[in-house]
């Protein structure tokens, strides 16, 4: 009991029995604003009756059955169906349930495709828990304390953040292009660079977008060299950003893309895509795992894919993320230790800062309670903790970012 207790207080102490849309309830009725959508993966709302059918039906016809000795309809259709959803060139998938797991996929591939070692990651990154996603992660020292000797073979290189210095975008993106030159020709030469590894907007590093610049940058020194640049959409994707993929605002051309959370509506499902070529050069048997590309998970994608499509819910990601974003920015407005209001779409991040202008986790968690406590549900992120990010699901209303907004200007 003391470790549930413990487990309780970490996160809200709310105990939810039911979930509808943007709303969550606990066992004794109360509703709750869920601006977090389970850490961005119920893109289409809690519990959408779509997804719900679709799931049951599902579950009555066959739960799991293993693609390397049987194949399912629902994986089938979803591999037909995501194809006209992935960047062009990007039409061969491999499935598996994590985030994680899919970064470990697209670690792999990249490693045995080009027969070399070392992958560079970009600071502010996080990619995952497990060991090796981990050992790609720089977003915390907390997500790789404890457990070393991590991977071996991972280095670190400047992602373009213009917000930590108070640089412009352009300073910051000069800065780490040079700077990962610099990692090229003293700590990772190109014939031992697999594959540079970045996400189109750092997540839980604190909701920094990259820019075209910057990718186009990445793409060119990934050409001249025979390097793979892999994108992990796995929070940016699914329409969260106000495109279908974080790639689409930086016109970015990637060997592979890695999506996870809001593939599935809540079940676990995660994938990387690429270019048949590329992954015919995974060594054989070198992919996979027993739960992948479950049916029910699946049978819940293609449910997702339609909701995103008939409820236009991309173009509705962009239009309530800008009512979203200014509303947020309205009360930054009147707040000076929130000092930025960030990020793409419905994936928008505040930033509080102490009078000295240091990053400022407490104030940060201390309003992120505040507003639990108004029934408004907030993550916060960053290395700091220090900004509290707004991710609620794509179905999300005027009405609700209206309400949202003025329970966080309470709670400030
Ligand atoms: N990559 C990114 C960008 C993420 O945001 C996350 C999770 O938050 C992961 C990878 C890891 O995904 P999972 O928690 O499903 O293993």
């Known amino acids: 009991m003391a470790e549930l207790s413990q487990i309780l207080k970490q996160a809200t102490g709310v105990v939810v029995e039911r979930g509808e849309g943007v709303h969550l309830f606990d066992e004794d009725g109360r ?41 399912h309809r629902p994986l089938l259709t979803l ?3 995501l194809s006209e959803v992935l960047p062009s060139g990007l039409e061969r998938v491999f499935f598996s349930n994590s985030g994680s797991e899919a970064i470990e996929a697209a670690l792999r591939l990249t490693r045995q495709a080009t027969g070399r070692p070392n992958i560079i990651v970009f600071h502010g990154g996080f990619h995952g828990r497990t060991v090796a996603a981990a050992s790609l992660t720089t977003s915390g020292t907390k997500f790789r304390a404890g457990f070393s000797p991590l991977m071996s073979g991972v280095h670190v290189s400047p992602f373009p953040d213009p917000t930590h210095f108070g640089w412009t975008q352009d300073e910051a993106t000069d800065f780490a292009l040079k700077q990962l030159d610099y990692t090229l020709q003293t700590m990772s030469s190109p014939q031992d660079t697999a594959a540079f590894l970045v996400e189109p907007v750092l997540g839980e590093g604190g909701y920094v977008p990259a820019n075209e610049r910057f990718l186009a940058g990445l ?22 950003t106000g495109k279908f993929w974080g790639l689409d605002h930086f016109n970015a051309k990637p060997d ?63 239009d309530r993320g800008d009512e979203l974003r200014s509303a947020l920015s309205a009360v930054a407005a ?11 779409g419905l994936m928008l991040g505040n930033e509080f800062r102490d009078a000295d202008g240091n990053p400022d986790g407490a104030t940060a968690a201390a309003a992120q309670q505040e507003a639990a406590k108004r029934g408004l549900l907030l993550l916060t ?17 005027t009405a609700n970012v209206d309400e949202a907004a003025g329970l966080w200007g309470e709670a400030v």
Not at 259 to 276: E, M, N, Q, R
Not at 334 to 344: E, N, S
Not at 381 to 397: D, H, K, M, S, T
């Open 31 to 71: 509703r709750f604003l869920d601006f977090t959508a389970g850490i961005g993966v119920t893109s289409t709302g809690h519990c959408h009756p779509r997804v719900v059918a679709a799931a049951q039906e599902q579950v009555a016809k066959v739960i799991h059955a293993q693609y390397t000795t049987v194949m």
């Open 79 to 81: 591999t037909e169906r």
């Open 219 to 240: 793409r060119e020194r990934a050409d001249k060299h025979g390097i793979l640049l892999v994108l992990d959409e796995v929070q940016t994707g699914w329409g969260r």
């Open 256 to 318: 592979v893309l890695v999506t996870a959370k809001g593939i599935a509506s809540g079940f676990p499902l995660s994938a990387i895509a690429a270019s048949p070529e590329l992954m015919a050069k995974a060594w054989p048997g070198s992919q996979g795992g027993t739960y992948g590309a479950n049916a029910v998970a699946c049978a819940a994608a293609l449910a997702t894919l339609d909701v995103i499509e008939e409820e236009k819910l991309v173009q509705n990601a962009a």
């Open 334 to 344: 009147k707040h000076d230790q929130i000092t930025d209001v960030r990020g793409l």
């Open 381 to 397: 992120c960053g290395a700091w903790g220090q900004v509290v990010r707004f991710i609620p699901a794509l179905v999300v209303e």
